[in-house]
């Protein structure tokens, strides 16, 4: 069976910021989507970026140690990105996998773990399934946050000028016939999520997915939102009815997890 993908539409990139910032760090995306290392040739032909221009990109990223060139003069990922990694996984709690491993014991379906990441929810972790058709969302991916159900479970924790304001930088794409495309109807969508403590993606963002997702009561700026996601004939309302208290345990305990973390680090 093919697998199944969870709101995986791409994120336009931005078209502000400094070039020669976003030129580099998409240099380094391309060849960790390529498996880690890759020749000239071929992140060239995965970028807009003139060849020059990659030559002086990446002699830059060697210098700082975030891309290496190897004896093939193939180019790799550098050494000085995996302490950067480790800082940034210890951001979301030491035990975010084994607690989305164990909703994905308890309900069968993928488990995510997604956080506000300026006007998109982006994913930090996640568990598949174990089911040969399944939900699969890419680590660092970012999605959308009016028709997600990690995203509408962080909007839900913001107040009405930060959602309006989000929404009007970005706006309401739709994606399927279910996707909210309109201020008021969110806003009644995020009054509801607020009452009963979850959120719910009804096909909203991809035909045939059904996701529920709770708040992450952090008590800091890091707002965040797990969620549990499947196929809609999988996800049945009984299936949700099982997932939310299991996600709200879940929710309290990485929100532990980040408090003690927070305040060992003081």
Same mark, same amino acid.
């Given at each position: 069976?093919?697998?199944?993908?969870?709101?995986?539409?791409?994120?336009?990139?931005?078209?502000?910021?400094?070039?020669?910032?976003?030129?580099?760090?998409?240099?380094?995306?391309?060849?960790?989507?390529?498996?880690?290392?890759?020749?000239?040739?071929?992140?060239?032909?995965?970028?807009?970026?003139?060849?020059?221009?990659?030559? =002086?990109?990446?002699?830059?990223?060697?210098?700082?140690?975030?891309?290496?060139?190897?004896?093939?003069?193939?180019?790799?990922?550098?050494?000085?990105?995996?302490?950067?990694?480790?800082?940034?996984?210890?951001?979301?709690?030491?035990?975010?996998?084994?607690?989305?491993?164990?909703?994905?014991?308890?309900?069968?379906?993928?488990?995510?773990?997604?956080?506000?990441?300026?006007?998109?929810?982006?994913?930090?972790?996640?568990?598949?399934?174990?089911?040969? /058709?399944?939900?699969?969302?890419?680590?660092?991916?970012?999605?959308?946050?009016?028709?997600?159900?990690?995203?509408?479970?962080?909007?839900?924790?913001?107040?009405?000028?930060?959602?309006?304001?989000?929404? =009007?930088?970005?706006?309401?794409?739709?994606?399927?016939?279910?996707?909210?495309?309109?201020?008021?109807?969110?806003?009644?969508?995020?009054?509801?999520? =607020?009452?009963?403590?979850?959120?719910?993606?009804?096909?909203?963002?991809?035909?045939?997915?059904?996701?529920?997702?709770?708040?992450?009561?952090?008590?800091?700026?890091?707002?965040?939102?797990?969620?549990?996601?499947?196929?809609?004939?999988? /996800?049945?309302?009984?299936?949700?009815?099982?997932?939310?208290?299991?996600?709200?345990?879940?929710?309290?305990?990485?929100?532990?997890?980040?408090?003690?973390?927070?305040?060992?680090?003081?």
């Amino acid at each position: 069976m093919t697998q199944a993908s969870e709101h995986v539409t791409a994120v336009p990139r931005s078209t502000g910021g400094v070039q020669s910032v976003q030129r580099a760090l998409d240099l380094v995306e391309i060849v960790a989507a390529g498996g880690g290392q890759m020749a000239i040739g071929e992140i060239a032909a995965g970028s807009d970026i003139p060849l020059p221009t990659i030559h =002086r990109l990446l002699k830059t990223l060697i210098e700082r140690g975030y891309m290496r060139q190897l004896p093939n003069r193939r180019y790799a990922l550098g050494y000085r990105l995996v302490p950067l990694g480790i800082a940034a996984g210890a951001t979301v709690g030491a035990n975010a996998q084994s607690v989305l491993a164990g909703l994905v014991d308890q309900l069968g379906e993928s488990a995510n773990l997604a956080v506000l990441s300026g006007d998109h929810a982006e994913y930090v972790a996640q568990v598949p399934s174990r089911h040969s /058709m399944r939900m699969f969302t890419e680590v660092g991916r970012r999605v959308e946050l009016h028709c997600t159900g990690v995203g509408k479970a962080l909007l839900a924790q913001l107040d009405s000028a930060q959602v309006q304001a989000i929404v =009007r930088r970005v706006g309401m794409p739709a994606y399927t016939p279910h996707t909210i495309t309109d201020e008021v109807a969110l806003g009644a969508s995020l009054a509801a999520v =607020r009452e009963r403590g979850f959120s719910i993606d009804q096909e909203e963002q991809e035909l045939g997915v059904r996701c529920v997702a709770v708040p992450i009561p952090t008590g800091t700026a890091s707002w965040m939102a797990i969620s549990v996601s499947g196929p809609l004939g999988r /996800m049945t309302d009984e299936v949700v009815d099982r997932a939310v208290p299991l996600l709200r345990q879940a929710a309290a305990t990485l929100a532990a997890d980040l408090t003690g973390s927070l305040n060992s680090n003081r």
